[in-house]
């Protein structure tokens, strides 16, 4: 990944990165992973985070464009491409998905889950045993948080893991996805080259 003080306001201050999603998302643990000593900037849609960058509002954004189980992230991936951006640096990320729920839940008592479609489709098998039905949210994280918003115990969600720690929600299932060797390329874009 670029440096510290490489992008945005220099060394005297930290970045704004922009990601896709609620705190505990997957794009957000990548920019706190990968870029922990700037502001990680969270926005309802891939769009809004692109956006973001061109305007100046932050000064790179870290997407998802490509799953090891899904293929390509929609829209995410089409719109990285029509950008305009220039790409700084890519990083394959483990994603691990977790079936959470309100406290006292039991998995008998789930009949939906909730969670971004990309992630939804990395759980077929898993989602079709329990015999859940599906709802598509904004983002995985923001499925965590709208399930502990409403306290119903019919509701699921699929995020990662320290997503029920952030929203207070109980894990029924680990590794709900596929495949163990489950990981998602990721892309730093900037408005100017490196």
Known sequence: MVGRGS???????P???????????????ACAALRPWDQ????????????????????????????????RV???????????????????RPIRLALMAVDGARLSDVKTVES????????????AALKLTQVEAFDTAG???????????SR??????????????KILRNDMQEMAENRTRFVLLCREPA
């Open 143 to 153: 499925a965590a948080r709208a399930v502990a918003d409403a306290g119903d115990r």
């Open 156 to 169: 699921a969600a699929l995020a990662p893991p320290p997503a029920a720690e952030i929203y207070g929600l």
């Open 74 to 92: 929609e829209p995410a991936a089409t719109l990285v491409e029509a950008s305009g951006l220039h790409r700084i640096t890519e990083v394959w």
């Open 116 to 127: 971004h479609p990309v992630a939804l489709a990395q759980c077929q098998p898993q989602i």
């Open 40 to 71: 990680a900037v969270g926005f309802e849609t891939f769009q809004q985070a692109l956006d973001a960058v061109g305007s100046g509002d932050c000064d790179c954004a870290l997407i998802p464009v490509e799953n090891a189980i899904v293929g």
């Open 7 to 13: 992008i945005g306001g220099g060394a005297d201050r």
């Open 15 to 29: 970045g704004r990165v922009a990601f896709q999603g609620a705190p505990g998302a997957f794009s957000h643990e």
